[in-house]
């Protein structure tokens, strides 16, 4: 018998991240995709705050959460909630309760980066930077302001990983 026939079923398997236990694995689908949604909103919602002074206090990104203020289709290697977005649920979160938190966020990132550089964001970052403005500049309806962020990020040379 073959390694693929000893594997779980795809919806069996479970992401095991660094800290913490273990959560399912993203399995793209109409439930998922909300499930995925609704963990990123959450997150935002309770993490920005502290996202925003420690950014102000640190002028630059010191712990763990870029999957949260850069998602994209592909959830974060060490993201405990499993959250992504998808084209479909790309709308909803740009209007979603953590919104203008998300837009404090990604507007005080854009004020560091163009400050003191590329070193505000840990070099394990830029590919996730790399693949949420390559995400987002493809979505249609944006606020103004996303494609302002989108803009100020497009002035650095992010690396795809």
Known sequence: VGGAALRAPMAARTVRP???????????????????LDALV???????PRILRELEKREGKKSHWIWWACPTEMPGHCDPSGSYVTKDTAAEALTSESADLWRQVLEKICDLLEAKGMKVLPRID???????VK???EVPDKPEWMSSVLKRFSAFDWPPR
């Open 18 to 36: 660094r800290r913490g236990g273990s959560v399912p694995a993203p399995l793209h689908g109409r439930g998922a995709d909300r499930r995925a």
């Open 42 to 48: 959450q997150q935002q919602r309770e993490a920005f």
């Open 126 to 132: 830029h590919g996730r930077v790399h693949h949420f």
């Open 135 to 137: 995400f987002w500049s």
